[in-house]
């Protein structure tokens, strides 16, 4: 017989346990900039944040300190393009052993894992000897003109050689250079020089390197000269071990197995494409799920600690998750209970999405959870936010530009005022006006409130001194907003998309504007004195067939503004 009085509590109790599991108030978005774990003894701090692509992690024994690197992007679409492109090259850090920055700087130039220097065609950064990124010029360049035939460089790279203290063979394939193929850097009676190899007509001959357990994807080259075996590189001058995963796809997930370093808990679907019909077997169709994206709150447990993080637009393909989480460690042989543990967290496809990038598990610097956000705002309040603003609220006095998509938002949000250093602000909501709120963001230089119900704008728009672009396209206006005639400095002014039937007579107040946009408003003809207004392009299609000559010349698209 069963004893209920024992079943009963027991199961009750498996049920708080697993709902304890699944309280999303304990896990925290990437994008957090402090992320305890269970026993608030470790916590996973930002090394590099964007879309990085095939990270490079090396622990310098001599120097005791780590090197991570990447390509990152930094865009996406709770950015704004114009304010965070992409990087010209690779972002590289330096951390101690505690897992604290000691530096970090972005260049084009290639890094060598064997000297620790960073290379290019006519300078180098010795990084890792003084500790210092500024980029010197080499002592000589050799085939500067890659004019040297094979026999030449043949004969000029075997004395070069034989007088050398140090060789090494460099990979010059870097962003943006289309010129340079690879080179060969000496060091010779204390000097450095750099043989070049173009790209066409190479006397390097490229080889590449596959080795997924480091994430080590590279060219590299060797001389194209006869009996090169006999040639070799030096000795690498600096001992780096590379840090090693046992995860070589980070972008294929399960939810089931047992001792899993990422745990799926919970998922939550905001996307879905449904079923996709593939074939048909005899006549009948086979469909398979389609793709589906969502957040997802994964248990992540290392060191003996676990952290609870949540990860944005996360695909699912059928019962696999592309997370794009995986970690990086020094390899068993050299590694301590306190060797750091680096996590990275990468796409393989879809846009840019918040909370990607490098991350190091490191002692705790704070026992506080709520440490990173304003401390006047509880942790219940800043998660209503929307996540961009989140984002921007961990980082108040660097935040120069935000984009806000929350169709669901009918009100002016309080909190973005807290970010005085604003000068691009895109906003999609169902808010109903331009507040006089919008004043108190006195250094924007570009507004846009797209898509959203707005009918009125405030006279306190005025204040924006130094705003030079206004994009109010797709809303619910009937009139054009007069108080935008008081910002002097507009070159650009978007209205299309409203139920404006006429534009003021005294537009011309606007004597800075290059672009107006009206496409799809009910307007039919233009004010005299728009006539002299000779820097101005109206888009608004097919208009320039119905007004007089007089009004062609606003319509020449030559004289378009690039985009703003």
């Known amino acids: ?191 450095i020089e750099i043989l070049l190899s173009g790209v066409r007509d190479s006397r390097m001959v490229r080889q590449f390197q596959d080795d997924k357990k480091t994430n080590n994807f590279q060219d590299y080259y060797v001389p194209d000269i006869s009996k090169r075996e006999t040639f070799p590189q030096s000795e690498p001058s600096i001992g780096m071990i590379a840090l090693e995963t046992s995860d070589t796809n980070p972008f294929v997930h399960w939810r089931t197995g047992f001792n899993h370093e990422f745990r799926i808990k919970k998922y939550i679907n905001t996307y879905s494409s449904g079923w996709q019909g593939i074939m048909k077997v005899g006549g009948i169709p086979v469909y398979v799920p389609g793709e589906n994206a969502g957040t997802t709150y994964v248990r992540f447990k290392t060191k003996r600690e676990t952290f609870r993080i949540k990860i944005l637009e996360v695909p699912k393909y059928g019962p696999t998750y592309n997370l794009g989480l995986r970690t990086f460690q020094l390899p068993v042989n050299f590694r301590t209970k306190n060797s750091l543990v680096f996590m990275e967290s990468a796409q393989n496809c879809g846009s840019n999405r918040l909370g990607g990038g490098v991350f190091v598990v490191r002692p705790a610097t704070t026992a506080n959870p709520s440490s990173d956000i304003p401390s006047d705002m509880t942790e219940e309040h800043f998660n209503t936010l929307p996540l961009a603003l989140q984002n921007a609220l961990l980082d108040l006095d660097a935040v120069t530009s935000l984009k806000i998509y929350d169709p669901g938002c009918t009100q002016w949000i309080p909190e973005t005022e807290r970010l ?19 004043s108190k963001l006195t250094k924007l230089q570009s507004l846009s409130m797209t898509g959203c119900k707005i009918q009125k704008v405030s ?97 020449d698209y030559h004289k378009i503004p690039s985009p703003y």
């Open 420 to 438: 005085k250093n604003l000068t691009h602000l895109e906003m999609t909501t169902s808010i109903t006006e331009v507040p006089d709120e919008i």
């Open 1 to 191: 017989m069963i004893n209920w009085y024992i079943v009963i509590p027991v199961l009750l109790s498996g049920y708080f346990l697993l709902a304890q599991n699944y309280n999303g108030s304990k896990y925290k978005y990437l994008f957090r900039n402090t992320i305890l774990s269970k026993s608030k003894k470790y916590e996973l701090a930002t090394v590099l944040r964007g879309r990085i692509y095939y990270p490079r992690y090396f622990y310098i024994p001599s120097l005791k300190q780590y090197l991570v690197y990447s390509g990152v992007d930094k865009t996406g679409d709770f950015s704004i393009s114009k304010e965070d492109s992409n990087s010209q090259g690779r972002t590289y850090s330096l951390l101690d052993e505690n897992g604290n920055n000691l530096l970090a700087f972005e260049t084009a130039l290639s890094f060598s894992g064997r000297s620790g220097c960073l290379y290019g065609p006519s300078s180098y950064i010795p990084i890792l000897e003084t500790g210092k990124t500024d980029e010197l010029p080499y002592d000589q360049i050799h085939n500067s003109d890659f004019a040297l035939k094979q026999r030449d460089f043949e004969k000029l790279f075997i004395q070069l050689y034989t007088s050398s203290d140090y060789v090494e063979f460099i990979n010059l394939r870097i962003l943006g250079d289309q010129i340079h193929e690879a080179g060969v850097v000496f060091k010779r009676q204390g000097k």
């Open 459 to 555: 006279p306190k728009i005025a204040e924006l001194k130094e705003l030079e672009a206004l994009d109010l396209f797709a809303n619910k206006l009937t009139e054009f907003p007069l108080p935008v005639l008081e910002l002097t400095n507009l070159k650009v002014l978007g209205i299309g998309a409203n139920k404006i039937r006429t534009l003021p007579d005294d537009i011309n107040k606007l004597i800075h504007l290059e672009r107006l946009s009206m496409t799809s408003t009910l307007i039919t003809s233009l004010p005299e004195s728009m006539i002299g207004m000779q820097k101005l392009f109206i888009d608004c299609m097919g208009m320039e067939k119905e007004v007089h000559s007089e009004y062609q010349h606003l319509f």
